[in-house]
């Protein structure tokens, strides 16, 4: 992969000219949290931050969207999206993953095409960062990327290693070719000690070994029901996650009461009415039944559907947990248990 | 052209800030009274013709004879009885004196928008749906879900007294979004785990009293129901 050198000085100007001709999109201040927004001259954008509060997914699954008009004797229309090239800047390398495992679930076998026009439209930008007590990417195996992206800035001090990703990445630096520099070997010996100082700061550590076939022994666990006490099912879990796709299908009608549009929106599994069918039977009655669904789903279903866990360790289900609930640990208990039961 | 829906507009003991809601409707006003037959609706007419009904809205709690007797009679007469506010929904506030019931108590309620005031939106939604044959969906979701879409930070985390993983979703979390923790004006949600906010919120330091004050405030006859069940 060829690599260059951007120095943090040229950062600002490489974005102002980037944003000239696309839609840039930046981690930014947005009250006490970090955010993915539209950037604008004045923005101040964040380079160091730990993990906004919604992931990039909101840019391909809208938390709601219009999927099409429908009127009497008009019938359908799909509703136009953007086609303007789109550049979201400074993803982490979890998020990078996120979008990797979504791209699995819309672009794989049936094709989302409402995902794949967002999905097309876009540029991505990675950007390092350094862990906080509840990031676990390096368990998941997802602190570092090799593709799914166009560029990727490793912050090496005075400036940012940039490793090219994509044809398209490759012209963002030849269009922009002065603010650029070549790769030295003291920065690729910086490189690597980053990736070496940066192992060594996670204090939030998973086990994942055979951790979807221990979830499927652990089917009928206690701790499920005991988790779940805790529980306030108020999905923000499932809001924040870089990987939750679900969302529900739904009719709004306009006061003529014929024409209207049918739209989509994130929902939760946590959520009583997730599994509640025609008939009224619900098949998740109990919040400890919808837990297990949410960690089945990211640790065990996804593993045997698609080889890969759902969990890219970005550490925001359990950091934005009101009730304190830790995934890592609820994870660690279970294994626990059935290690004492196998031995007993 | 099949005939139009027949409404009729109540109210019980309530403020009458539900009804208010659908006259400030001033944009959308002349459309809906052309889509439907408004037959009672003491707050906008004087004259107010008693027959069948397609649709009643009905507001305010059940605090006396008189109440009762109006939705029964209310009740008969309509295919399709709603109920609006938290006051008919949930007794809301006149359930803190003993003596307001909320209308399920009493007859069948076909479909509740909850709200202290209701939202102007679900409100037209759900007249929409009418008029296309539909029951109007039901918001299931706590308010969480909008407030975490918005991307505000979490204010039970932070230590307040928020309300809304324990309350109906569908105001678009407004008052969280303006830095205000949730009073639980919109009643309870369909999944309100009072037991788990209770410790959250006595581990932040708050008392029993402060505590149930609040979550009982607008969902009393909920919270009676779940959160009293542990210590």
């Given at each position: 992969m060829r690599t260059v050198v951007l120095p943090g000085s040229n950062l600002e100007e490489f974005l102002a000219r980037l944003a000239v001709g696309h839609e840039l999109i930046v981690p930014q201040k947005s009250g006490a949290s970090i955010s993915f927004a539209a950037y604008d001259p004045s923005s101040e954008v964040v380079v160091e931050y730990q993990r906004t509060l919604l992931p990039p997914k909101k840019f391909f699954l809208p938390p709601e969207e219009a999927l099409f008009d429908f009127a009497p004797g008009e019938g359908f229309r799909q509703k136009p999206t953007s086609s303007e090239r789109r550049i979201l800047f400074g993803l982490h390398p979890c998020d990078i993953h996120g979008l990797r495992r979504l791209d699995q679930v819309?672009?794989?076998?049936?094709?989302d095409t409402y995902y794949q026009a967002q999905r097309d439209r876009t540029l991505i930008i990675g950007l390092s960062c350094l862990p906080d007590e509840m990031c676990f990417c390096n368990s998941m195996g997802t602190d570092l990327v090799t593709d799914h992206f166009d560029l990727f800035l490793t912050d090496l001090g005075d400036n940012y290693l940039v490793e090219i990703g994509s044809t398209e990445g490759n012209d963002l630096i030849l269009d922009n070719e002065d603010l650029f520099a070549e790769t030295s070997d003291i920065l690729l010996r910086k490189y690597k000690v980053f990736l070496a100082t940066r192992s060594n700061l996670f204090e939030q550590k998973l086990d994942t070994s055979g951790l979807s076939n221990i979830l499927a022994l652990e089917w009928d666990s206690s701790h499920w029901e005991e988790t779940a006490k805790d529980c306030l099912a108020c999905g923000r879990c499932s809001m924040t996650c870089p990987t939750c796709y679900c969302f529900t299908i739904f009719d709004e009608v306009n006061l003529d009461g014929a024409s209207g549009s049918r739209c989509r929106r994130w929902t939760s599994c946590l959520y009583k009415n997730y599994a509640l069918v025609a008939g009224g039977h619900n098949f998740r009655p109990s919040r400890g039944a919808r837990l297990r669904q949410r960690i089945m789903h990211k640790h065990k279903d996804s593993v045997e559907r698609h080889g890969i866990s759902a969990c890219v360790g970005c550490g925001r289900c359990q950091a934005h947990c009101a009730a304190g609930i830790n995934f890592c640990q609820v994870l660690t208990s279970l294994r626990g248990e059935s290690s004492e039961s196998i031995v007993g | 052209m099949k005939a139009k829906p027949r409404i009729g507009i109540y109210g019980l003991t309530s403020c009458a800030g539900d009804q208010l809601v659908l006259v400030n409707c001033e944009d959308e006003l002349l459309t809906i009274l052309e889509a439907v037959d408004l037959r009672s609706f003491v707050m906008a007419h004087s004259d107010n013709p008693e027959g069948e009904l397609d649709v009643a809205f009905v507001e305010g709690a059940v605090t006396q004879e008189s109440d009762l007797e109006t939705l029964k009679d209310v009740r008969s007469r309509a295919q399709i009885l709603i109920a609006i506010g938290t006051c008919a929904v949930w007794g809301g506030i006149p359930y803190l004196s003993g003596m307001g019931t909320p209308l399920s108590d009493h007859v069948q309620v076909d479909y509740a928008i909850p709200g202290c005031p209701i939202e102007k939106t679900q409100l037209l939604k759900a007249i929409a749906s009418l008029l296309r044959g539909d029951l109007p969906l039901s918001l299931p979701h706590p308010v969480c879900l909008e407030c975490t879409i918005r991307e505000n930070n979490c204010l039970l985390q932070a230590g307040e007294i928020c309300c809304g993983p324990l309350t109906a979703g569908g105001c678009n979390a407004r008052c969280p979004s303006l830095n205000r923790a949730c009073?639980?004006?919109?009643?309870?949600?369909?999944?309100?785990?009072y037991v788990s906010a209770r410790q959250i919120l006595e581990k932040h330091g708050f008392s029993v009293n402060e505590v149930r004050q609040r979550l009982a405030l607008f969902s009393g006859k909920a919270y009676e129901k779940e959160g009293t069940q542990v210590g």
């Open positions: 819309f672009l794989e076998g049936y094709v | 009073f639980g004006c919109r009643g309870a949600s369909h999944d309100p785990n």
